[in-house]
Structures are given as C-alpha cells and as structure tokens.
C-alpha cells in the first residue's frame, strides 16, 4: 500500500510539472473531426490492423469498447478513414431520441438514424459515444442488421450491444509508457486551449481524479 501511495505521489507530480499552477486545461481543446491521423493513436496498433481486415472483408458491425478517454474514437476513425472514409455522428451529447434527432440534423439531415446509416454508403459510419443512448442504437442497429448489411458501421461506447455478428473491440487500458505519451500529447494540444481557474482546490481536485485513474489501471502491476 506504501508503494501504491508512493507512485500516486509521484504521478501526481509529474501531471503538476506538465500544468502550469492553478490552471486546469482541457484535456482536447477543439473537437474530432473525421481527420484524425495516424499519428495521433498510440499503442492501438493490432486493434487498428484487425479492424482494416475485418471491414475489408464485407458488412459488418464492429464495437470498440472501452473507458472514457481510452482512444476509441480515434481508433474507429483511423480505421473507416483506411476503407473509404468517415461518416461520423457523434452522440455524446444525446440523452433521448431528440438529442439524437439533433445529432442528424447537424450532419443536415432529417429523418430516421436507421435512413442516415443507408445514405452514407460508400464511406463508412462511426456512431460515436453512444453510451447514453444505447438502446435507440441498438433498436436501429438492430432492424439493418435483419435486413442486412450493406457497409461496415463502427460504432464506440463502454459496454456491447449484444447484437446478431457484433464483433466488439477491446481499447484496453494502455500501457504505462503509451499511456504517459498520450497524456504528454493531450496536455501539450490543450495549452492553446487553457481554461484559467482562480482556485488551487480545484486543481488539486483534477490532479487528484489523474493519478487515482492512473494507479488504478496498473493497481495489478503494484500489488
């Protein structure tokens, strides 16, 4: 438990070295875009590979799982970008089925998710962030599947669908040395996009939720 409390210490001093005092930033200054690139996944290799071979091979659904902040929508853009490009729709923001109503409306289009899906071929669908509005994806998932595939869909959140040929990717946590990259690489993108906070306990606050997720992810490795 020592050593546990020792490398959160320590954790907890290397995310202050990278903030500069009391500021907090974003951890992404500007939105994803369909344009991510290659260069900006990080230990995402063999996912990336698996997913290319398997939407080469036809129809399909595939799921990228994982925690927040784990990659998975970098990942599902990189690889619909390698078979014919991104249709993305990003539904973190959808609470119900206006919310997802109002993600279709700012992609201009206005009718039925399951309607949006079919005009998108020949790029390929990644329906983002899903996670508070599972079940509508599910159920519109659910009826193209039956009829049948025409185009791989990618589709990102934290847990399965459980549906008919769901393929589900895994964005384990990453590895210590991907991990402090990736970190490395958010805080520098965010310095442009700092967002000034007049209150140390609130700094503490965000460097404190960092290093416990850190140490919880490699809890195993310590014990």
Request: charged share 25%.
């Amino acid at each position: 438990m020592q050593e546990k409390r020792e490398y959160s210490r320590l954790w907890r001093f290397r995310c202050r070295e990278a903030l500069p005092a009391r500021r907090v930033f974003a951890l992404r200054s500007t939105p994803m875009s369909e344009e991510t690139s290659e260069e900006e996944l990080v230990g995402r290799t063999d996912e990336l590979a698996s997913m290319v071979v398997a939407m080469r091979k036809g129809p399909c659904l595939l799921h990228v799982i994982g925690p927040p902040g784990a990659g998975k929508s970098s990942l599902a853009i990189e690889a619909a970008k390698r078979n014919g490009g991104a249709r993305l729709l990003r539904l973190g923001d959808a609470r119900d089925a206006s919310g997802v109503s109002s993600a279709l409306a700012s992609r201009g289009f206005s009718g039925s998710l399951e309607a949006w899906i079919l005009e998108q071929k020949p790029g390929i669908v990644v329906l983002d962030a899903i996670d508070d509005v599972a079940d509508l994806v599910k159920d519109a998932l659910d009826t193209l599947v039956a009829r049948g595939l025409t185009a791989p869909v990618l589709v990102t959140s934290s847990a399965r669908l459980d549906l008919p040929g769901e393929r589900v990717i895994v964005a384990a946590p990453l590895s210590p040395d991907a991990a402090r990259l990736l970190f490395d690489r958010r805080v520098a993108q965010a310095r442009e996009g700092a967002v000034v906070v007049d209150d140390a306990d609130a700094v503490d606050a965000v460097l404190g939720a960092v290093s416990y997720t850190h140490l919880r992810a490699h809890e195993t490795v310590l014990d």
